[in-house]
């Protein structure tokens, strides 16, 4: 059973005005009857992006994005349908009800106390940073690492007093049950269970977010100890927070990321910091892990290309090295930055500004020629072993990619290093190859959810049925009624219009109203752009009922026409018996009396 009941979807529906929803995101102008706006999913210098009131849609000209108010709030957030839905009901002060799931309102009860729980501590962290004593330390620590006041504002930076039951005391005084703060992972309780103490002490603390800006977790940095003492603590995995699929800063790059058309992936916080305060606002890093499938995932929806921007030493170089293996399967493009040792972003932009830092990350290599340099780094080349160290992790890297093109590239590069003819590293990379190393990974299945597109994606629709398509978007319900008793959905060959039609003449009883069929295909991106195209037309189409009997008529009599042929090629087979060719011949001629057949006027449905 689904987790909302159509009722209580249409209730948030209702109550989520398109405009006032996306107004509250992007700078709305009217334009006529419509409004339009820069597209927050492609960059443009000029407004293509359109919201209609009157339909309560959103479309793009530019990249052809397009749907309903859920729609927009997946797409903008990043989120699935479900949680797009809570989000709205909850802007609109909606109650959620749930249906079929009876532990659907306790997990979110969970989420909603541990978001309210992060962000008040958060809140009691930043305090403690700008005013309290015990401040002083991580204020000191800020200001020779020449982090500026803005910065901390924007990025909300707090300090963690020295006490072991600071977070502790701190939560009895304000309400917070001490569980629900070890399942937040912001206290830890002993192992005889006799009481709990603080997780992150006298660190300088770094809230996590989600993509919609809401703290998930903490990050804090040792300012003060010993050598044994962990250089960073991060909160554990909570019903918030999974560190593999959450990008520090991604709330507030998401936009710099569109517009530059690449993302930088940096080691840390505050390199990550760093590149914000200079004007790179691009930059994002994972959580106390490499970079992963998901984390690529969730890029590839912003951009095509990631620039990995680690440090220069070899712990950051093995970073970059690792982040493919994770990568290779999510179609992003990788280039690496190198910063030159010692430094990290963060003493680059320091020492040298951000034109030079620029300068670096237009230098970034591909992949490829970044590993390859490395390999020759790390291993002998004037040595046997090394050669065929270096030739058997090449062939094993690329071979991950299943690109042959870029094998080959690179065969012939790895060639010239190693000084060896290219049919001899052609040959052991097939060698490679064949032993199997390539493993399928999860993220060449589609997720849930992200629905496949339809097999015919690619291939546009006929004049006809684009045509019909925007007749169907603008059409009243009389009109809809006369196509739904007088259209076969079978005689339309493009499978996405098929699915559009279907949805049209299923929801005639809407009388106009686009609401139901974007509901219908809210799982299919290619048929919502194409319905989002069509009803975001301004200009008007004269005679609707005349052209909708023409579209009708064309369609059929193409089906009708192409079914005659498939007759005809049955009937030039030598091996058919004499019945089947009466049948065929009939058949014939009963498609050839259906073609001659008028339409009903639209005044008779």
């Not at 999860?442 to 045509?467: C, G, N």
Request: aromatic share 6%.
């Amino acid at each position: 059973m689904p987790l909302f009941s159509p009722a209580f979807i249409e209730r948030v529906r209702a109550a989520s005005d398109i405009v006032d929803v996306i107004g509250a995101s992007l700078p709305l102008k009217r334009a006529g009857t419509n409004f339009v706006s820069l597209c927050p999913f492609h960059n443009e210098k000029s407004p293509s992006f359109n919201v209609s009131p009157a339909r309560q849609i959103f479309h793009c000209f530019g990249c052809k994005a397009g749907g309903d108010v859920f729609g927009f709030v997946q797409k903008h957030e990043g989120l699935p349908f479900t949680e797009a839905v809570e989000r709205l009901a909850e802007r609109a002060r909606i109650p959620v009800e749930y249906e079929g799931n009876p532990n659907a309102s306790r997990e979110r009860g969970i989420k909603d106390q541990l978001l309210k729980l992060h962000e008040a501590l958060c809140v009691r962290w930043q305090n403690c940073l700008a005013n309290e004593s015990a401040g002083q330390v991580a204020r000191d620590y800020l200001a020779r690492r020449g982090v500026s006041a803005e910065s901390i504002k924007e990025f909300r930076i707090g300090a963690a007093p020295d006490a072991w039951d600071d977070t502790v005391n701190w939560a009895r005084r304000h309400g917070f049950d001490l569980d629900l703060c070890k399942q937040a992972g912001v206290v830890v309780r002993k192992e005889d269970a006799s009481h709990c103490y603080d997780r992150f002490r006298g660190r300088l603390m770094f809230p996590i977010c989600d993509e919609q800006g809401r703290v998930i977790a903490f990050s804090g940095r040792v300012l003060e100890g010993d050598e044994k003492t962990a250089k960073y603590v991060n909160s554990p995995e909570t019903p918030l927070f999974t560190k593999g699929r959450v990008l520090y800063a991604l709330d507030k790059a998401k936009r710099g990321i569109l517009d530059a058309g690449h993302a930088i992936v940096c080691e840390g916080q505050l390199d990550t910091i760093a590149c914000h305060a200079a004007g790179v606002r691009n930059a994002v890093a994972p959580q106390g892990t490499a970079l992963t499938a998901d984390h690529a995932r969730i890029l590839r929806r912003f951009a095509p290309e990631v620039i990995l921007c680690f440090d220069g030493d070899k712990a950051g170089r093995n970073a970059a090295v690792r982040s493919l293996d994770e990568c290779h399967g999510s179609g992003l493009a990788l280039r690496v930055a190198t910063i030159p040792h010692p430094d990290d972003p963060d003493s680059f932009l320091k020492a040298h500004g951000p034109g030079p830092f620029r300068e670096i990350l237009g230098k970034a290599r591909a992949f490829f020629d970044f590993y390859l340099e490395h390999l020759i780094a790390e291993n002998d080349l004037r040595s046997d072993r090394g050669r065929l160290a270096i030739l058997n992790a090449m062939g094993e890297k690329l071979d991950l990619t299943g690109n042959a093109v870029l094998v080959d590239t690179y065969a012939q590069r790895t060639a010239q290093r190693l000084a060896v003819s290219v049919e001899a590293v052609r040959a052991e990379f097939r060698k490679i190859r064949a032993k199997g190393h390539r493993t399928p990974r999860a993220e060449a299945v589609p997720r849930k959810d992200e629905p496949d597109m339809p097999a015919d994606e690619a291939m546009p629709p006929s004049t006809a049925e684009a045509w019909l398509v925007k007749l169907l978007c603008h059409a009243n319900h009389d009109q809809l009624d006369w196509v739904h008793h007088h259209l076969d959905p079978a005689w339309i060959a493009h499978e996405t219009v098929r699915a559009i039609t279907r949805a049209c003449l299923r929801h005639v009883s809407e009388d106009g109203s686009l609401a139901a069929v974007l509901g219908a295909l809210a799982d299919q991106p290619a048929a919502l752009q194409l319905v989002t195209q069509a009803a975001s037309d301004p200009r008007c189409i004269p005679d609707i009922p005349r052209q909708l009997a023409d579209a009708t008529r064309k369609l059929r009599d193409a089906w009708i026409d192409g079914r005659i042929a498939h007759v005809g090629s049955r009937l030039s087979d030598p091996s058919l018996d004499h019945d089947a060719k009466v049948a065929a011949v009939r058949e014939q001629q009963a498609l050839r009396a259906l073609r001659r057949a008028p339409l009903a006027p639209m005044s008779d449905a």
